[in-house]
């Protein structure tokens, strides 16, 4: 039996035999994170039939809790902007704390150029994924949690047609679809057994340690959701405040002080220890219960070769991760997500979804990542760093490193803010 596409756009014929137990779709999308339903929201939007295959029962535990303001636009495009208002806390900006000088700087959103939303929010990533999953679902994405693909079906040219998934009775099942989104976050399906594809970014040989606590310190009145960023000797810690009482709380650890820690020495107590580095840190955490085990990651940061081909592309982590230092990853695979949806419905509307037609989602998720990137290596070298304390700051400064932070990294034409940027911090993609 051929395949025939519902829709009758594109003809898959003896492309493969169709098995008994097939779905069809014009895209289905492999994983249900920030990436996945962005995308499967964005193309439901505009009427395509999508697939969304889940392996995990949301919600679920995801390390990646503050959101960028440039994320916004997605969310009123997709009509959840509402519900995440009412449900998670507002994110008016970012506090930079050094626990050497005890210097500490401030950049809020609202004085970044170009305007946009003033505000992110701060998630809880099992309800934030969950929210933004079950609206993709709302908008007509078929969504199927607790479904694992394990096999890519390709063609005999190698083109992606289709996926092999498993859900949770066992019961395996094909999906053809006319165009493949990897959304696997790290798990980085497509890229899976190809070392090649897939290589670490100079500087960022970080570890990470993460948990929860209830009772740590937050600021007052409209500043209650900024992420505070304590800079440390042996790195960087965040702190995330939540709606209501609890907030997220990690250290990201240079390689020279997690080799302090002992075999016998749990997580906890490492955690504990690296806590007490910094005064500041401390201060924040003093009073404070965590209420989570500490969780920890290595070697998180990498970068991925190919990032599409013909009926295929990658959005979010699955296309490459930078580091947490400024929350660009979520923003990324949101922003990426909504991006790949418009080039995905163009190419599905012309009938080609060769790789060709995914070259500008390409250059434009590149040039922001490598934006960010910059900056990122920059701050572990020390010069922006410095920059980020910097008193008194020009005002064109301030703004620039504002509007980075705010996530307004995709562009037809750069700003000159952005610009400058990047001339002085070029990002680093290999070892020299
Ligand atoms: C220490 C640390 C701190 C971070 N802090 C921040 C932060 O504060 N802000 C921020 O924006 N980002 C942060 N990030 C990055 C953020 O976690 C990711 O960039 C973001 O989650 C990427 O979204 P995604 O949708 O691409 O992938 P994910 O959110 O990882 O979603 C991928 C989904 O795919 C599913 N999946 C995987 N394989 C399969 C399969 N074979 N079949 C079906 N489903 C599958 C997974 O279960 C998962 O639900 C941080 C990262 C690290 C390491």
Not at 156 to 169: I, L, N, Q, T, W
Request: charge should be neutral; aromatic fraction near 10%; include cysteine.
């Amino acid at each position: 039996m051929a395949i025939v596409h519902p829709s009758g756009e594109g003809d898959l014929a003896g492309v493969y035999a169709l098995p008994e137990m097939t779905l069809q779709a014009d895209v289905v999308v492999i994983g249900g994170g920030p990436g996945g339903s962005s995308v499967a929201g964005c193309l439901a939007r505009r009427g395509r039939s999508v697939i969304v295959l889940e392996k995990e029962r949301f919600p679920r535990f995801h390390i990646g809790e503050s959101l960028l303001p440039r994320s916004l636009e997605v969310f009123a495009h997709l009509g959840v902007l509402d519900e995440l208002e009412q449900t998670f806390l507002r994110k008016p900006g970012a506090r930079f704390l050094c626990s050497a000088t005890r210097r500490t700087n401030q950049y809020l959103f609202r004085d970044a150029f170009g305007g946009g939303f003033p505000y992110a929010f701060q998630v809880p990533r099992a309800d934030f994924d969950h929210v933004l999953l079950k609206h993709a679902a709302r908008l007509g994405a078929d969504v199927r949690e607790q479904t694992e693909v394990t096999e890519i079906v390709r063609d005999d040219r190698g083109r992606p047609v289709g996926v092999v998934g498993k859900d949770a009775s066992g019961a395996r099942f094909e999906v053809s679809a006319r165009f493949l989104v990897d959304a696997t976050g790290r798990d980085t399906l497509l890229t899976s057994g190809r070392p090649e594809a897939k290589s670490l970014l100079p500087r960022l040989d970080q570890s990470a340690f993460f948990t929860h606590y209830q009772g740590a310190f937050r600021q007052h009145g409209e500043l209650e959701g900024n992420i505070q960023i304590i800079v440390f000797e042996h790195g960087w810690f965040w702190l995330i405040p939540f709606r209501g009482d609890v907030a997220s709380f990690g250290a990201v650890c240079n390689r020279s002080w997690v080799k302090t820690k002992r075999q016998d020495e749990t997580l906890e107590s490492f955690f504990d220890r690296t806590v007490a580095e910094s005064c500041w840190a401390t201060e924040m955490l003093s009073g404070a219960t965590r209420v989570r085990p500490v969780g920890a990651l290595a070697d998180f940061s990498y970068r991925v070769t190919d990032m599409r081909g013909d009926g295929w592309l990658k959005v979010g982590d699955a296309s490459g991760f930078i580091d947490p230092l400024f929350s660009t990853g979520a923003h990324l695979a949101i922003k990426g997500g909504y991006e790949a949806a418009v080039a995905i419905d163009d190419a599905l509307r012309a009938n080609d979804v060769s790789s060709a037609r995914f070259d500008t989602y390409e250059k434009r998720v590149r040039y922001a990542a490598e934006l960010f990137l910059g900056a990122v290596q920059a701050f572990y070298r020390g010069e922006l760093r410095e920059l980020l304390f910097l008193e008194p700051q020009r005002p064109t400064l301030r703004r620039t490193i504002t509007s980075m932070l705010a996530g307004d990294t995709f562009h037809d034409k750069p700003p000159t803010w952005a610009r400058f940027l990047k001339e002085r911090f070029p990002p680093e993609l290999r070892a020299s």
